[in-house]
């Protein structure tokens, strides 16, 4: 992971960098906010660990910058002291975690840890399997005797089921999870589940979507 | 000498009489549901050259026996529909005629080939006026059927290209795009097909 430090106590700033580079992480460390905003626009980062006191321009400042230009980077704030506004204005901002000072480094690298394998174990999950059923969320390729090819909502939806196979989930459940940022209404499920019935008919799977229009729907084995 | 030997002169006129069949249980079909059974239909009769070609690839003598019985595509034809369900409807009608009997059927629609190929193949015997290689008559004709969507009968015609073009300089990527394409098609025609019952539903 690539992570950048912005912290102005030259002092603390100096330990962290070298703790992390020994764990392994490749680390920029800057020393004020306007420095940290600047590095976002030159190099991609993995995490940001972002001080909110800090000369020429403060962490929240900074961290609304980074998030104006639509940088999606995590970003961790370093509170000074435990005041929960601080910590809500932080996160409100933007940020996604913070740490409290005075810290344990322990408790620093376990959350970059925990960062990293949300990252890559749990979200980055290419292939998901049921049965003779293989899902690859990569190249949106539904497969068992045949591939075929899914569309982007029919993806989500079979990701969705195979995640939780076995389980009944209401059409309102599987609208709000495949569908919740679109502007469509609940009768899409219908349709796609239609479509996913007929998909796992052609490709001989041993599985199927088992409900009816309206209600719930559940993955089992045929 | 033709490698079809003296039935040389049949197999055409075998060709048209199938042909005008099938044209006939399309034209009941549409008459009846006002809507086409299938986009196109075409037959052959398999050139000798080609025959004789198949023949000394598989180790065959060069007579008729080898060109009509041990192979059964001298008389081929190709149905293509608009969509799936109605080339399970064909196959239905074909299977009701008296003088076709289909003695073999592979169903790579559902079964597709690795390089993802789609198609479904029937061979029938076909019982004609004409003499046979065993002595009938009325003797009986092997003919092929190749049924498909559009979609897999363009995807054929592509692969086709790839196939008798020796100097692609990247085989395996081109192989391996024809086959992600396959797969859309595929999920297109599945697509209309269930849309399609969406419609009938209401």
Known sequence: MKILLAEDESQLN??????????GYDVDSVFNGQEAVDAV????YDVIIMDIMMPVK???????EIRATGDKTYIMMLTAKSEIDDKVTGLDVGADDYLTKPFSLKELLARLRSKERRSEDYNSTQELNYDNLKLDLNSQELSSNNSISLSKQETGLMRYFLLNP??????????NHVWKNEDESE???WVYISFLRSKLASIGANVQISGEKGGEFCLERA | MSIYGKYADYLPQILASVLQQIQGIGQEYSEKYGQKLYEHLEGRVKGEESMTQKCERKGLPHTPESALIENRDSIGFRIVCNFIDDIYTCIDLLKKQDNFKIIKEKDYITNAKPNGYRSYHLIMEVVTPFEDVHGNKPGTYYVE???RTIAMDTWASLEHEMKYKHDIKNPERISKELKRVADELASCDV????????IKEG
Do not use: Y
């Open chain 1, 14 to 23: 100096r330990v962290l960098t070298v703790a992390m580079q020994k764990s």
């Open chain 1, 58 to 64: 403060n962490g929240l400042d900074a961290v609304k």
């Open chain 1, 187 to 189: 009768d899409v499920v």
């Open chain 2, 145 to 147: 059927i190749q049924l």
């Open chain 2, 191 to 198: 697509s209309m097909q269930t849309i399609r019952q969406l």
């Open chain 1, 166 to 175: 076995g389980k009944a989930i209401s059409t309102e459940e599987l609208f």
């Open chain 1, 41 to 44: 626009k030159k190099h991609p």
